[in-house]
């Protein structure tokens, strides 16, 4: 089973940038597909973008064209570069498994865009 650890949250205004962190462990992160997710107060989790093995990405039409995702297979490691936030990007966002996470999620981090 992969564990999994969120960072790089934080408190933002609106316009700027935060780059996420997803440490996984184990050598099987590699052979994943991968994705962010992200649930706001009193809604749903939505997944915001996937990456496939390959590199592929593929993202929620609310965050196109201003987040990116990419992973570093040498380091175990996932990242969300996002970059002209809005209020409505305020959340806790995770990674897990995509496009069908696992059971098992990590704490998270909290990003909040406000001014």
């Known amino acids: 089973q992969v564990q999994l650890v969120e960072s790089g949250g934080g408190l933002v205004q609106p316009g700027g940038s935060l780059r996420l962190s997803c440490a996984a462990s184990?050598?099987?992160?590699?052979?994943?597909?991968m994705g962010w997710y992200r649930q706001a107060p009193g809604k749903q989790r939505e997944v915001v973008a996937g990456i496939t093995v390959g590199g592929a990405t593929n993202y929620a039409d609310s965050v196109k064209g201003r987040f990116t995702i990419s992973r570093d297979a040498s380091k175990n490691t996932m990242y969300l570069q996002m970059n002209s936030l809005k209020p409505e990007d305020t959340a806790v966002y995770y990674c897990?498994?995509?496009?069908?996470?696992?059971?098992?999620w990590g704490q998270g981090t909290q990003v909040t865009v406000s001014s």
């Open positions: 897990n498994r995509a496009p069908s996470p696992g059971d098992s």
């Open positions: 184990g050598s099987i992160f590699k052979f994943l597909a």
